[in-house]
């Protein structure tokens, strides 16, 4: 994982996603999982593309099923996109990073748009 995606906790789950003001993009994803790993470096790019504008995170679901229980993850990846707190957007299953860019980009023009 790199300096960009952070790695969602139980512990820090409450600081950096449901108080955050930022617009927080989680990929829920396990380690044998196939479509996860080829998601993985999309995620990567994105975060760095959306540096300073969107909070790119990892959960493993494996390591935090509470979590991953409270919003219902059924399948693998599955990314949510959260807005003060609360899941706004998702996506499951693997997707192109074009499909991405388009929910990230239509978030944060929503997001500068009530600014």
Known sequence: ?????????????????ATSSDIVMVDFWAVWCGPCQMVAPVVEELAQEYQGKLKVMKLNTDEVPEVAGKFQIMSIPTILFFKG??????????????????????LLAQSSATA
Do not use: C, H, Y
């Not at 707190?85 to 239509?106: L, N, T, Y």
């Open 1 to 17: 994982m790199s300096t960009l995606v952070a790695q969602a906790t139980a512990e820090n789950w409450e600081t950096e996603v």
């Open 85 to 106: 707190g609360e899941p706004v957007e998702k996506i499951v299953g693997a997707r192109s990073k074009q499909q991405f860019k388009q929910v990230i980009d239509s």
